[in-house]
């Protein structure tokens, strides 16, 4: 595919990625490229930017400045488009945006010759129900996590997978992860890790009140619907930790795997056992 508009977006308020989209803008100018920035971005090169939405619009691919939080904040935007992402990481663990800021040229390089690998992330189809009546959806990247609020009690939560009784977790909430998620909240938890093409889904609860509801691993073909019941106290829905909705008592949470993947590239050499080792000192004694 031809990249003829890059855009771009950063994390707002952080000072090292000013200094990258001044670097990223003559970088691109230089190679008569296109780009396209997002508010915040352009304000760094004395532009005016068009809004995240119209950026990801234009854009055959969009380079992330920041950390794994801004990553999942364009993913959103981006929506149903088939759009490749360039993540540049200038957080502190970076499980999204792999390539760090002395790297950028060389993988902006690759990325416009087509030799970066395109690596499809599955995402989540999220609905909202309540009363038969969907309220909400979302695309998640990582997972969909219901919660109970900080002065409430436990939370009873009937999970079912394609109509079938999973369990009734009775927890302080439940996390519906992806394989991309295995290594965000749900591994905090206690949930395994998944690589990136592994077709599964995972449940995993939080703080169980029951030794015996362990994580569970599904196949991402199934349909997952959890029911809440409350005991007294708020209980929320949280998309990729950034998005959500408060839920009430027999409100149904909705997840299957979206037709709509995320596209991260990745350079070709790219391991993941590698990024386990160095990110979580996976295997260290």
Same mark, same amino acid.
């Given at each position: 595919?031809?990249?003829?508009? *890059?855009g771009?977006a950063?994390?707002p308020?952080?000072t090292?990625?000013?200094?990258?989209v001044?670097?990223l803008a003559?970088w691109?100018a230089?190679?008569?490229?296109?780009?396209?920035?997002?508010?915040?971005?352009?304000?760094?090169?004395g532009?005016v930017?068009?809004?995240?939405a119209?950026?990801v619009?234009?854009?055959?691919?969009?380079? &992330?400045?920041?950390?794994d939080?801004?990553?999942?904040?364009?993913?959103?935007a981006?929506?149903e488009r088939? *759009?490749p992402?360039?993540?540049?990481n200038?957080g502190?663990?970076?499980?999204?945006?792999?390539?760090?800021?002395?790297?950028?040229?060389a993988?902006?390089?690759?990325?416009?010759?087509?030799e970066?690998?395109?690596e499809?992330?599955?995402?989540l189809?999220v609905?909202?129900?309540?009363?038969?009546?969907a309220?909400?959806s979302?695309?998640?990247?990582n997972?969909?996590?219901?919660?109970k609020?900080?002065s409430?009690?436990?939370?009873?939560?009937e999970a079912r997978?394609?109509?079938?009784? *999973?369990?009734?977790y009775?927890?302080?909430?439940?996390?519906?992860?992806?394989?991309?998620?295995s290594t965000?909240?749900?591994?905090?938890?206690?949930?395994?890790?998944?690589?990136?093409?592994?077709?599964s889904l995972v449940?995993?609860?939080?703080?169980?009140?029951a030794l015996?509801?362990r994580?569970?691993?599904?196949?991402?073909?199934?349909g997952?619907e &959890?029911?809440?019941?409350?005991?007294?106290?708020?209980?929320?829905?949280?998309?990729d930790?950034?998005?959500?909705?408060?839920?009430?008592?027999?409100d149904? *949470?909705?997840?299957?795997?979206?037709?709509h993947?995320?596209?991260?590239l990745?350079p070709p050499?790219?391991?993941?056992?590698?990024?386990?080792?160095t990110?979580?000192r996976?295997?260290?004694r």
């Open positions: 595919m031809a990249i003829r508009t *890059v771009v950063i994390k308020g952080e090292r990625a000013l200094a990258a001044r670097d003559k691109l230089e190679r008569r490229v296109r780009a396209c920035f997002e508010p915040e971005a352009a304000a760094a090169i532009e930017g068009v809004a995240r119209a950026m619009r234009e854009a055959d691919l969009v380079v &992330v400045l920041g950390g939080g801004t990553l999942l904040s364009v993913v959103r981006i929506e088939a *759009v992402i360039l993540g540049i200038l502190t663990l970076g499980f999204l945006v792999e390539v760090s800021v002395d790297e950028m040229h993988a902006l390089a690759s990325a416009l010759a087509g970066m690998t395109i499809p992330r599955m995402r189809e609905r909202h129900v309540r009363a038969g009546r309220l909400r979302w695309l998640a990247l997972d969909a996590v219901i919660t609020g900080a409430a009690r436990i939370v009873d939560l997978a394609d109509g079938q009784l *999973v369990t009734t009775h927890a302080d909430g439940l996390i519906v992860s992806t394989p991309t998620g965000a909240y749900s591994l905090s938890a206690g949930g395994p890790i998944l690589l990136p093409g592994v077709p449940l995993t609860p939080i703080c169980p009140h015996t509801q994580p569970l691993v599904l196949p991402d073909s199934v997952i &959890v029911i809440v019941h409350p005991r007294g106290g708020e209980v929320q829905l949280a998309i930790g950034q998005e959500g909705a408060p839920l009430q008592e027999g149904l *949470v909705a997840v299957r795997r979206s037709e993947p995320a596209l991260l990745v050499d790219h391991s993941r056992f590698e990024v386990l080792r990110k979580l996976w295997g260290e």
